[in-house]
T-cell receptor
Framework: AQTVTQSQPEMSVQEAETVTLSCTYD???????LFWYKQPPSRQMILVIR??????QNATENRFSVNFQKAAKSFSLKISDSQLGDTAMYFC??????????FGQGTRLTINP | KAGVTQTPRYLIKTRGQQVTLSCSPI?????VSWYQQTPGQGLQFLFE???????NKGNFPGRFSGRQFSNSRSEMNVSTLELGDSALYLC????????????FGPGTRLTVT
């Protein structure tokens, strides 16, 4: 069975700082996809970034980037120049084959002014 | 393109009743997945429908069921409601292909009293 673990329940940083959220996962498959989703207080789940396991290059989306270490089964999210609007719950998720996302427990990120 | 819509947004039911939630996917998407989100259990996969067929099912009792119509709209039904069914129910839409990207609706907040 696949599992996703986020070891940081809460984090807090000042606006404009850089923050890194950690995620580890376990799967026996070689082909899979990893995601970071953001869930602000509105509860709308928003896709932040996606990484294909077969790609060595780390995905980036504007201020968001990942550090994907396949051998270590690690998938961290770096947010640069953090903004107040980044305040949210962040979920790491794994999918392989079937359309079934396996989520971590989430990290509550607060950006302070 | 319009996003994923879910109705109703909020619902209050009594133990023992049944409830039906609705989800309309992004136009052109043929896969609809359902997730339950609770503070204790986090985000858990319920089931996924693709072209009117259930392709995957999570580990939930038979009281939880769903269906998908020819226009890809999906409904999920919960019968004999229990207090523990109180949760945010999220619907996600995707093309159903191997890339795995799922786009979420705003959710239905179900409260069982």
């Amino acid at each position: 069975a696949q599992t996703v673990t986020q070891s940081q329940p809460e984090m807090s940083v000042q606006e404009a700082e850089t923050v890194t959220l950690s995620c580890t996962y376990d799967t026996s498959e070689n082909n899979y996809y990893l995601f970071w989703y953001k869930q602000p207080p509105s509860r709308q789940m928003i896709l932040v970034i996606r990484q294909e396991a077969y790609k060595q290059q780390n995905a980036t989306e504007n201020r968001f980037s990942v550090n994907f270490q396949k051998a270590a089964k690690s998938f961290s999210l770096k947010i640069s120049d953090s903004q107040l609007g980044d305040t949210a719950m962040y979920f790491c998720a794994l999918i392989q084959g079937a359309q079934k996302l396996v989520f971590g427990q989430g990290t509550r990120l607060t950006i302070n002014p | 393109k319009a996003g994923v819509t879910q109705t109703p947004r909020y619902l209050i039911k009594t133990r023992g009743q049944q409830v039906t939630l609705s989800c309309s996917p992004i136009s052109g998407h043929r896969s609809v997945s359902w997730y339950q989100q609770t503070p204790g259990q986090g985000l858990q996969f319920l089931f996924e429908y693709f072209s009117e067929t259930q392709r995957n099912k999570g580990n939930f009792p038979g009281r939880f069921s769903g269906r998908q119509f020819s226009n890809s709209r999906s409904e999920m039904n919960v019968s004999t409601l229990e207090l523990g069914d109180s949760a945010l129910y999220l619907c996600a839409s995707s093309s159903g292909g191997v890339t795995g990207e799922q786009y979420f609706g705003p959710g239905t907040r179900l409260t069982v009293t």
